[in-house]
């Protein structure tokens, strides 16, 4: 359940070490029904900060069609107006607390020139105009489909993605043999479910590749019943969603030791954003 994908080779100053989390936006908590870009998002962000993380992973934010796929958008440049908070726009006064629990958005309407890669966008009102402050973003790595190990520090490795089980559910659903030559190769003689996805994490991390990235459910240690999607099958994918209390740092604290153990500090140097500016300059 190891996947590697190659980096850019200019993206990364040499000797980076970095990791981070992938977690879609819509399976953030909310009092709304999905996720969105408001306060739980922030939230995580600072969680993944404290954790030593620079990388926050999604998935594609565009307006979805039928069955909820983000892999399924209905334009190639608008963004999902359900992703827009509402507790944020009862922050800034663009809505009233009423018009979020009876009558979401009456009065504004979202011009949908929002991208998936800066997050902007305005709002505009009968009469006047408004602009929308950017959703803090971070970039995200390519997705990996490759299986095994393989040394190179040019490359982004993975414990799995959103297609796959969580790494906790894929060992349940192993045959014997198979959990037998996976402890081998962890060099143990014998293990439990619940410690494949610490195991795997580890791997990952004290890898030489520069960028090692893990589902959130790998990070929570959960079953297959946290599992994203399950490619070919038409209906129930994309309904993830995690806790609240998830969102501390105590649900982030292993994953702040990992990262210091194995070496995996990030960056010194100037922030990834403008490092990347640099480059296509």
């Known amino acids: ?32 029904g999905i996720g969105d870009l408001g ?21 594609p934010v565009g307006p979805t069609g039928w069955s909820d796929s983000p892999y399924q958008s209905l334009s ?36 949908t020139n929002v991208s998936s890669r800066s997050g902007s966008g305005c709002w505009t009102r009968h009469g006047g105009a408004s602009s929308g402050e950017p959703a803090r973003t971070s970039g995200s790595p390519s997705r990996s489909s490759a299986r095994g190990m393989r040394n190179g520090s040019r490359t982004t490795v993975y414990t799995g993605t959103h297609d796959n089980p969580t790494t906790r559910g894929w060992y349940d659903g192993l045959p014997e043999a198979s959990r037998r030559r996976l402890w081998r190769h962890l060099r143990r003689t014998t293990g439990e479910s619940r410690e494949v996805a610490p195991a795997l994490l580890g791997l990952a991390w004290s890898s030489a590749s520069a960028l090692a990235i893990a589902p959130f459910q790998d990070v929570l240690n959960l079953g297959d019943e946290a599992r994203m999607n399950v490619p070919g099958r038409a209906e129930g994918n994309w309904r993830w969603r995690c806790t609240a209390d998830t969102l501390s740092p105590a649900a982030f604290e292993s994953l702040r030791e990992l ?20 480059v296509a300059s």
């Open 259 to 278: 990262t210091t153990s194995s070496s995996r500090p990030g960056s010194r140097r100037a922030p990834l954003r403008e490092r990347a500016a640099s």
């Open 1 to 32: 359940m190891v996947g590697m994908t190659d980096l850019c080779p200019r993206l990364l100053p040499p000797g980076y070490r970095g990791a981070g989390v992938l977690l879609h936006v819509t399976s953030l908590p909310s009092r709304h």
């Open 76 to 111: 190639s440049f608008a963004g999902n107006g359900l992703l827009i908070s509402p507790d944020l726009l009862v922050e800034e006064e663009l809505l009233g607390e009423s018009d979020v629990e009876g009558r979401p958005f009456p009065r504004w309407r979202w011009i």
């Open 39 to 59: 306060p739980s998002a922030f939230t995580f962000v600072d969680c993944l900060r404290e954790a030593g993380q620079e990388w926050w992973q999604g998935l």
